[in-house]
């Protein structure tokens, strides 16, 4: 089901300083989220989307953005894609991303990006112009196999499409790299899929990449995952059961080394492991006469 809903607010303030991605504002232009990956942490309950596969659409987004964009006294990084990916399908019709997007190049505030799709190249007028001040563009990857992306990320582009989209952005001096989280225990914690991906991160032009060897798992999230991978993986869910019992966290198998040969790769290929962000400028000091 795809319907409209009516906001109240479009951009919250992110209340602790975010060492991740430097955001100052949170944006989401939907509720739910079409590419449907199996491990998705935005199904738990704390975030209150009832139905996950339904798909809400802010129909008033553009309005409240506006507004908004016009009060805020302090320029900071507005993030969008941590509870939805803000390029699923229907923003192929919808293009809320794309209208908030003109917004924020109009009011000339830095922004980042997490997606899975290459839909966003679609934006790459207005990222150009956005990174006049900042654009950042992360793109999640945790396999570089096209088919295991599949079964993991159904409805998201394949990782060969998302690679070729960072090539792009990169060329387009667009700072862009990979959200390498979650990293699946059983599934991708070899270290095979590592390499590839910071291989491939490296042909592409990333610049960066963000790790998490392992996956959160809570409530409803636990329980959909677990569905899929006795549908997929027959007979993981039983491992998972017997290693991480009701956990938050399942850390990836080989943690340690796993990051050792990540590190390595990282410091070969130059790739940073955290991203630049925003620094806004500051007037320049006339020289006393
Ligand atoms: S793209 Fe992100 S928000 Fe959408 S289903 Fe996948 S993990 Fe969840």
């Given at each position: 089901?795809?319907?409209?809903?009516?906001?109240?607010?479009?951009?919250?303030?992110?209340?602790?300083?975010?060492?991740?991605?430097?955001?100052?504002?949170?944006?989401?232009?939907?509720?739910?989220?079409?590419?449907?990956?199996?491990?998705?942490?935005?199904?738990?309950?704390?975030?209150?989307?009832?139905?996950?596969?339904?798909?809400?659409?802010?129909?008033?987004?553009?309005?409240?953005?506006?507004?908004?964009?016009?009060?805020?006294?302090?320029?900071?990084?507005?993030?969008?894609?941590?509870?939805?990916?803000?390029?699923?399908?229907?923003?192929?019709?919808?293009?809320?991303?794309?209208?908030?997007?003109?917004?924020?190049?109009?009011?000339?505030?830095?922004?980042?990006?997490?997606?899975?799709?290459?839909?966003?190249?679609?934006?790459?007028?207005?990222?150009?112009?956005?990174?006049?001040?900042?654009?950042?563009?992360?793109?999640?990857i945790t396999t570089a196999d096209d088919q295991l992306a599949k079964r993991l990320e159904?409805?998201?582009?394949?990782?060969?499409?998302?690679?070729?989209?960072?090539?792009?952005?990169?060329?387009?001096?667009?700072?862009?790299?990979?959200?390498?989280?979650?990293?699946?225990?059983?599934?991708?914690?070899?270290?095979?899929?590592?390499?590839?991906?910071?291989?491939?991160?490296?042909?592409?032009?990333?610049?960066?990449?963000?790790?998490?060897?392992?996956?959160?798992?809570?409530?409803?999230?636990?329980?959909?995952?677990?569905?899929?991978l006795d549908r997929h993986f027959p007979g993981l869910r039983q491992r998972y059961e017997?290693?991480?019992?009701?956990?938050y966290f399942a850390p990836a198998n080989n943690y340690e080394k796993l990051k050792a040969?990540?590190?390595?790769?990282?410091?070969?290929?130059?790739?940073?492991?955290?991203?630049?962000?925003?620094?806004?400028?500051?007037?320049?000091?006339?020289?006393?006469?």
């Amino acid at each position: 089901m795809i319907k409209p809903i009516q906001a109240k607010v479009m951009l919250s303030h992110v209340k602790q300083p975010d060492t991740w991605f430097g955001l100052k504002y949170n944006m989401n232009l939907y509720r739910g989220c079409q590419h449907q990956c199996i491990y998705c942490d935005s199904r738990s309950e704390c975030y209150q989307v009832e139905n996950f596969s339904d798909i809400l659409y802010k129909e008033n987004a553009i309005e409240l953005l506006a507004n908004e964009l016009a009060r805020k006294r302090v320029k900071g990084t507005i993030g969008t894609g941590s509870m939805n990916d803000p390029y699923m399908p229907i923003e192929a019709k919808i293009q809320l991303t794309r209208r908030a997007l003109e917004l924020i190049a109009r009011f000339r505030f830095p922004v980042h990006i997490i997606t899975k799709s290459d839909l966003v190249l679609r934006d790459l007028d207005l990222l150009r112009r956005i990174n006049e001040v900042y654009t950042a563009v992360s793109f999640t990857i945790t396999t570089a196999d096209d088919q295991l992306a599949k079964r993991l990320e159904p409805a998201a582009s394949p990782p060969s499409a998302r690679l070729r989209a960072i090539k792009i952005l990169a060329e387009n001096g667009i700072l862009t790299g990979i959200t390498m989280m979650p990293i699946l225990p059983f599934i991708q914690d070899n270290e095979e899929n590592i390499t590839q991906i910071v291989t491939q991160a490296h042909e592409h032009g990333a610049s960066y990449i963000l790790p998490s060897f392992g996956v959160t798992l809570r409530d409803r999230q636990r329980l959909y995952y677990y569905n899929k991978l006795d549908r997929h993986f027959p007979g993981l869910r039983q491992r998972y059961e017997r290693q991480f019992g009701n956990n938050y966290f399942a850390p990836a198998n080989n943690y340690e080394k796993l990051k050792a040969v990540f590190a390595d790769l990282c410091e070969h290929y130059g790739i940073e492991q955290r991203i630049r962000p925003y620094q806004p400028q500051t007037a320049t000091q006339l020289p006393l006469l």
